[in-house]
């Protein structure tokens, strides 16, 4: 079977959607930062959307940062590839054309630094996880101990870090006489492009002397926030497309029909009108970062752990469970009321839309998918939330579940003894802690709440907080988790 290509899009059936534009009447307008299954399935999207709508020159050049595989995928294809939309057994196949060069970091260095300071380079777009931004803490600065840091400050002109990358750029703009361009973070961070702006601006201070104060007075860093639930390819995937499409497709990616994307309206150096396909351009990010957090990814998190530990695989089929009913009440009765909301904003109506989100079975979305990293994603998703409930004087029970409930997966140990294969930085630390509390569920939680990594000092002391997620504890081990998660339900409703 012949590869997706450009030459390929004319004998596609007629039910597969073909870019609506000349793709070799775009230029490149966008560097992004992490060529992953997300942004493929989602900014990508929205620039596909505006090359058909409006031209412009607004096509992508997207970069594998760590590993060369995306790049593989994609090359070969021109930058085509396939994003599969899906919702019960309705799918929709559709062609994405907006990523006209594909680059892997590692082996096409130069060629990524020049599309970084090219003036036509108006948008620097980002999805590299919260690590990549070599930040002390997410409330903190630079790491300036970072072994990447330590090295690029000592080789500015040979970065191997996003901020070390993005500074020589910078730096080679501003001696050109070129405007920076608008650099903005895509990543599930609060404040995410707040945080890569610390994170620019103290290595600029230290790297390149006066660049800080160029950023400062020349840059714009929109906050971002991004949705669309985007579970892991498959190669049943990639042979059930092949079939309908009548070609091999190496870059497909799937996702749920939904899709959100909430901007800043703050732009330095020309400014796409994202706004024309859908996107939201806004004063003021913070109300929908805190609606996301707290109702989509809370709530994802806690399906997660609780599926993980009832030997649920996907995510609809524990909606169909205790668990979908608890999630359902958390967000309503302990996310709502200490959130605030966007002027105009039908709450009611979100959360149904995100209970039908969570139960598309079409998606096929896996609990340990979700599970994973579960050290960096739970004080942003659960305990943000959980404090924000103590700081209200309301109870946050089933908040305190779903915290129990990661603590246990975390351990690495099951309910019933089962080994889990925990996917996470701090893995080997927290299956320690779990080997040398054994059965005690008691020395567990306390080893848990003494990595302050993860819990802060107001939380790992804080009296009822440490007995609520103790008695789920013991519950979990003793009940199961349906069964507490019946009991949340029942005793709260």
Request: charged share 20%.
């Amino acid at each position: 079977m012949n590869r997706l290509d450009s030459a390929a899009l004319a004998s596609l059936p007629s039910t597969t959607r073909k870019p609506a534009y000349n793709r070799d009447g775009t230029g490149i307008g966008v560097v992004h930062l992490g060529l992953g299954a997300f942004h493929r399935a989602h900014q990508a999207v929205f620039f596909d959307d505006l090359l058909a709508g409006s031209g412009g020159d607004w096509a992508i050049a997207g970069v594998s940062m760590r590993s060369r595989g995306v790049s593989d995928q994609l090359a070969p294809q021109d930058g085509l590839y396939t994003l599969v939309s899906l919702e019960g057994d309705a799918i929709e196949d559709r062609v994405i054309g907006s990523i006209r060069e594909a680059l892997f970091l590692g082996e096409e260095r130069e060629r990524v630094e020049a599309l970084l300071e090219d003036p036509q380079t108006r948008l620097v777009t980002l999805t590299v996880t919260e690590k990549a931004y070599c930040l002390v803490s997410l409330d903190g600065g630079l790491d300036f101990e970072h072994p990447g840091i330590v090295h690029d400050l000592a080789q500015p002109e040979q970065p191997g870090t996003v901020p070390g990358l993005l500074c020589l750029a910078l730096a080679r703009r501003r001696a050109a006489g070129t405007p920076p361009p608008t650099v903005m973070s895509c990543d599930n961070l609060p404040d995410n492009s707040t945080r890569l702006r610390r994170a620019l601006l103290d290595f600029a201070d230290r790297a390149w002397p006066g660049l800080g104060d160029w950023l400062r007075a020349e840059g714009a860093f929109p906050n971002t926030m991004v949705d669309r639930i985007v579970p892991r390819t498959t190669e049943d995937d990639r042979a059930a497309l092949a079939k309908r499409i009548g070609a091999d497709d190496h870059g497909m990616v799937k996702a749920e029909p939904f899709t959100q994307w909430v901007i800043e309206d703050r732009f330095c150096h020309g400014r796409p009108a994202l706004d024309s396909v859908g996107a939201l351009l806004v004063d003021d990010v913070e109300p929908y970062e805190l609606l996301k957090l707290r109702f989509v990814l809370g709530s994802h998190s806690s399906i997660a752990y609780l599926a993980c530990l009832a030997g649920i695989d996907y995510v609809h089929d524990a909606m169909d469970t205790a668990i979908g009913e608890l999630v359902t009440q958390m967000m309503e009765h302990e996310a709502q009321p200490v959130t605030a909301l966007p002027p105009g904003f039908d709450v009611d109506a979100y959360r149904a839309t995100l209970t039908k989100r969570f139960s598309n079975a079409g998606i096929m979305h896996l609990a340990a998918q979700i599970a994973m990293d579960g050290s960096q994603k739970v004080p942003i998703r659960l305990l943000g939330t959980v404090r924000a409930c103590i700081e209200a004087g309301q109870s946050y029970d089933r908040l305190a579940l779903a915290v129990a409930a990661w603590i246990r997966y975390a351990s690495g140990t099951g309910l019933k003894g089962e080994s889990f294969e925990v996917d996470d930085p701090m893995a080997a630390e927290l299956a320690a802690i779990g080997a040398q509390a054994g059965d005690d569920d008691a020395a567990l939680l306390n080893g848990f709440l003494a990595v302050s990594a993860i819990f802060p000092a107001e939380l790992s002391s804080h009296d009822g907080f440490r007995q609520g997620v103790g008695q789920w504890l013991a519950a979990l081990r003793s009940d199961g988790a349906l069964a507490c998660a019946n009991r949340a339900t029942v005793t709260r409703a």
